[in-house]
């Protein structure tokens, strides 16, 4: 149980697309969700927290225009890098607990997105 | 910022036992100790989690003392796949940050 599927894998686009990448919980309800962003030989950045059905809380210096964040249903939330730009290629994960959850399992992280603007 | 330390780097020989120490000095009475891992390019797994007594499972053992401000981390039998970097991190509910782990090398 508690299996977290984080959609893509790897994608490649072009300067100023938007990029969206989707994490699932696949057998409960994923009340919160972390994003992070991770850059080579450095630990996962917390990027922002997002709860089923409010507005994300962002980290101090993460753009909020930039990475929009939809917490929609209880077993999808989105990322969407919009205007992307090199400086923006790095790895996204995201993790996700249920209610009641923290106590027993902790969180689950999906196997992340590697993100290449070029 | 992260509410834990550990040492940058650890070496350990294969089939021994690898233990890795942390520092949670401010944990509060009601945040877990989690230990998750990390190989190259993969999302964090988890080991294993406590609050005040030391656990165990296939995984790993943890130890963590009596004032909650330290634990370790145990691989009884390190072998060359637990080769990872090595997260330690106190649980709340609505705080996830990860310190910087130590990176682990298990060595023939």
Known sequence: GAVVSQHPSWVICKSGTSVKIECRSLDFQ?????WYRQFPKQSLMLMATS???SKATYEQGVEKDKFLINHASLTLSTLTVTSAHPEDSSFYICSASGAGWQTNYGYTFGSGTRLTVV | DAKTTQPPSMDCA?????????NHSTISGNEYVYWYRQIHSQGPQ???????????NEMASLIITEDRKSSTLILPHATLRDT????????SLSDMRFGAGTRLTVKP
């Open chain 1, 30 to 34: 994923a009340t919160t969700m972390f």
């Open chain 1, 51 to 53: 709860n089923e059905g």
């Open chain 2, 14 to 22: 294969e089939g021994r036992a690898a233990n890795l120490p942390c």
């Open chain 2, 46 to 56: 988890y080991i294993i989690h406590g609050l005040k007594n030391n656990e165990t």
């Open chain 2, 84 to 91: 990872a970097v090595y997260y330690c991190i106190v649980f």
